[in-house]
C-alpha cells in the first residue's frame, strides 16, 4: 500500500520535473540561457525520452528506476535552476545595496 503511494510520488515528481524543465529549457522559456545548446539539446532529448517512457514501459516500472532518472534529471537541472535564480535576483540585489 505505501509501496503504490511512493512509486506513484516517484512518478509525479519525474513527469512533473519533466515537463517543467522541458519548458523553461524550450525556445523563450526562462531557463533557456543557462544551459549551453549542445547539453540542452542533449537534456531535452532524454527528457522527451523520459516522457514518452512515462506512458510506455514506465507504467510498470520499479520505483528504482523513477529515483534513478529523478536524480539524473536533477544533476543537470538543479544547477540550471540555481543559476537562473542567482541572475535573476543578483539586479535586485545590487538595487537594495544602491539604495543603501
Given at each position: 500500500?505505501?509501496?503504490?503511494?511512493?512509486?506513484?510520488?516517484?512518478?509525479?515528481?519525474?513527469?512533473?520535473?519533466?515537463?517543467?524543465?522541458?519548458?523553461?529549457?524550450?525556445?523563450?522559456?526562462?531557463?533557456?540561457?543557462?544551459?549551453?545548446e549542445?547539453?540542452?539539446?542533449?537534456?531535452?532529448e532524454?527528457?522527451n525520452?523520459?516522457?514518452?517512457?512515462?506512458?510506455?514501459?514506465?507504467?510498470?516500472?520499479?520505483?528504482?528506476?523513477?529515483s534513478?532518472?529523478?536524480?539524473e534529471?536533477?544533476?543537470?537541472?538543479?544547477?540550471?535552476?540555481?543559476?537562473?535564480?542567482y541572475?535573476?535576483?543578483?539586479?535586485?540585489?545590487?538595487?537594495?545595496?544602491?539604495?543603501?
Open positions: 500500500d505505501m509501496e503504490i503511494l511512493e512509486w506513484k510520488e516517484l512518478r509525479n515528481t519525474l513527469e512533473a520535473y519533466s515537463y517543467d524543465m522541458r519548458s523553461n529549457l524550450d525556445a523563450y522559456g526562462t531557463f533557456e540561457k543557462y544551459l549551453d549542445a547539453p540542452k539539446k542533449a537534456f531535452l532524454k527528457i525520452q523520459t516522457v514518452e517512457w512515462l506512458y510506455d514501459a514506465g507504467e510498470s516500472a520499479p520505483k528504482d528506476e523513477y534513478k532518472r529523478i536524480k534529471f536533477k544533476q543537470i537541472g538543479e544547477p540550471v535552476r540555481q543559476r537562473h535564480f541572475y535573476s535576483e543578483l539586479d535586485l540585489y545590487f538595487s537594495q545595496i544602491d539604495e543603501i
